[in-house]
């Protein structure tokens, strides 16, 4: 019983050592070196540089389907969510404003889906122009007698009204907010109201940016400044609470100047408001600034 006994913990021991000796050798002599490891399996930090470069390379050549393929074989359960996410924090850890709009920007265009495509196609209209050939036919008709001078009349009005429209830049100031309805749009302050959520953590500046025909306007820069700093935000962002939308979390105490970064009119005066619940209970809210193109 007894060398049944020893020889049963000879064979633990021996196991045990063996087991120490292999990882030993696994981890500190020869360990596994990776090769051509799929995007899925980097490191999380590698993965954020990697979803940086796919968003620099999408701002140079605009080729969404490419960059779409690409962030596919990180295999995010929501690559737009993540995206938004990822710009967000860059914003707060101070990155530089070019990797933080790219991320931005690559994440509105996932949450739009093939519509800018669509708004490329619409210089099309230049093609009206052979329209000048229609007046030709008239000074062709070669009757001297005066009635044929009534008919000549209306060519010269549709000359001039095929003119009007080169000048773009003179009178017609109603055509500008139409090809541009982004960041140097004119967007005029159209309501700030105090909001009070009490299922929020914190208190938040939210903003709202919509054009002249109603529909929210993302990428468009914000400043949000206090004394002794500022910030920049953007709209977009946050693709599942609109467009258009972007909120900025704030501190109590503080208050705040919000402003477009292209210039307008800005928002001065912004605090954490308090609030009070059914049951009495207090707590902080927000604001909520509403800007439009009129």
Do not use: H
């Not at 093939?114 to 009757?143: E, G, I, K, R, Y």
Request: proline residues 10%; negative net charge.
């Amino acid at each position: 019983m007894r060398a049944e006994k020893r020889g049963s913990w000879y064979l633990l021991t021996g196991l045990i050592l063996g087991v120490a000796l292999g990882l030993g050798y696994a981890w500190m002599i020869n360990p596994v070196e990776y090769v051509d490891a799929p995007p899925y399996a980097l490191r999380q930090d590698f993965k954020e540089q990697y979803r940086v470069l796919i968003a620099l390379a999408y701002q140079y050549n605009g080729d969404l389907e490419r960059a779409i393929y690409r962030l596919e074989a990180l295999q995010d359960e929501d690559i737009t969510r993540t995206l938004a996410m990822q710009a967000q924090q860059a914003l707060a850890d101070g990155r530089p404003e070019a990797e933080t709009q790219a991320l931005g920007l690559l994440a509105v265009a996932l949450g739009q889906g093939p519509a800018p495509v669509a708004a490329a196609d619409t210089p099309a209209t230049p093609a009206a122009l052979p329209s000048p050939t229609m007046t030709l036919p008239s000074p062709t008709a070669v009757l001297a007698s005066p009635t044929p001078a009534v008919s000549e009349t209306p060519t010269p009005t549709a000359v001039s009204t095929l003119r009007t429209p080169q000048p773009t830049n003179t009178p017609l100031p109603t055509l500008s907010p139409t090809p541009t309805p982004t960041i140097g749009a004119p967007f005029m302050l159209q309501d700030a109201t105090q909001v009070c959520n009490p299922n929020l953590d914190a208190p938040r500046l939210e903003v709202v940016i919509r054009d002249a025909a109603g529909q929210e306007v993302p990428s468009v820069a914000l400043v949000v400044s206090w004394s002794g700093g500022e910030e920049t935000f953007f709209t977009g962002l946050k693709p599942e609470l609109g467009l258009g939308y972007a909120d900025y979390e704030m501190t109590v105490g503080i208050i705040y100047a919000l402003r477009l970064a292209e210039g307008g009119q800005p928002v001065e005066d912004l605090a954490a408001v308090e609030c009070a619940a059914e049951d009495g209970a207090r707590y902080w809210g927000g604001w909520q600034v509403l800007f439009i193109q009129p």
